[in-house]
T-cell receptor, first 114, second 112 residues
């Protein structure tokens, strides 16, 4: 089944403890992206990647890192999480630049930083 | 980026057509209209998109006015599982960020 998977789905952590949220897609998609969703602010793009080893900042990249070493994986790294990074996170992918706006989203990761 | 305006909420009866409007009066020639929906904190789901012609797929139909200043998403036979927030998004396919900009959307409630 074609899908985008994220792990973990739920995470409660403490301030400053490094964490990684994994994202994997099995559709051979070139484009991948991370969003966060907060009440009243909608979804905002954190980082995106056009292809392997090509990443760029979105609208809210501060406090986050990403890497794209393989086409299928696009992990989101929080080196030193803070409470303002408590949010619902979504990974998304699309086949190519030409269809970049037809994005498949993962199920979401609900992160709480205390 | 062209701004979109959608009603905050709508409802319809199960089995009836749901017609969700979107105003995008400042849309430019390179911008497409995309529709997504989000069912209660699940990942958004792509529905359909179009430039100027009407489009139909297995999920919905998209009607775009001739002047392209507004569009309507039609779910022909709404079911309870169609209850969700529906987002109308206008994007320029030449924009290299490829980010989706989600507004407030329309919360559709399908009544039994």
């Amino acid at each position: 089944e074609a899908q985008v998977t994220q792990n973990p789905r739920y995470l409660i952590t403490v301030t400053g403890k490094k964490l990684t949220v994994t994202c994997s897609q099995n559709m051979n998609h070139e484009y991948m992206s991370w969003y966060r969703q907060d009440p009243g602010l909608g979804l905002r793009q954190i980082y995106y990647s056009m292809n392997v080893e090509v990443t760029d900042k979105g609208d809210v990249p501060e406090g986050y890192k990403v890497s794209r070493k393989e086409k299928r994986n696009f992990p989101l790294i929080l080196e030193s999480p803070s409470p303002n990074q408590t949010s619902l996170y979504f990974c998304a992918s699309s086949f190519s630049i030409g269809t970049a706006y037809e994005q498949y989203f993962g199920p979401g990761t609900r992160l709480t930083v205390t | 980026d062209a701004k979109t305006t959608q009603p905050p909420s709508m409802d319809c009866a199960e089995g009836r057509a749901a017609n969700l409007p979107c105003n995008h009066s400042t849309i430019s020639g390179n911008e497409y209209v995309y529709w997504y929906r989000q069912i209660h904190s699940q990942g958004p789901q792509y529905i359909i998109h179009g430039l100027k012609n009407n489009e139909t797929n297995e999920m919905a139909s998209l009607i775009i006015t001739e002047d392209r200043k507004s569009s309507t998403l039609i779910l022909p036979h709404a079911t309870l599982r169609d209850t969700a927030v529906y987002y109308c998004i206008v994007r320029d396919v030449m924009d290299s960020s490829y980010k989706l900009i989600f507004g407030s959307g329309t919360r559709l409630l399908v009544r039994p």
